[in-house]
């Protein structure tokens, strides 16, 4: 989000209503719900994050301690251990969703 000159984009007309209301100060206006996008969806960081998720769920399956889970992946033990109980549930979820031939 970068900030916009009112004066540059608006009617005159529309600045001088809008400084009835606030002069000089700074209006945040959101973004019609049609065009609202999710957490994540413009920078991948969403993607990033589930891959991150799935490796760690995969290491820990492996055999490799939470600890040692936290250290390599620069998170908190408590982290490590919300995220393979996320991601079990994620497994277990999926599995019970397959239909059945």
Do not use: F
Request: with cysteine; glycine share 6%; net charge positive.
């Amino acid at each position: 989000m970068r900030y916009q000159k009112a004066n540059e984009i608006l009617p005159e007309e529309l600045v001088e209503l809008i400084q009835k209301y606030v002069d000089g100060e700074y209006v945040y206006i959101p973004r019609k719900q049609e065009n609202k996008r999710t957490w994540g969806e413009g920078t991948g960081a969403r993607e990033e994050r589930k891959s991150r998720d799935s490796s760690i769920y995969k290491d820990y399956i492996s055999g490799i301690c939470v600890k040692l889970l936290a250290e390599q992946y620069y998170l908190s033990e408590k982290s490590i251990q919300r995220i393979v109980l996320q991601e079990k549930k994620n497994k277990k979820a999926r599995k019970g969703s397959t239909p059945e031939h």
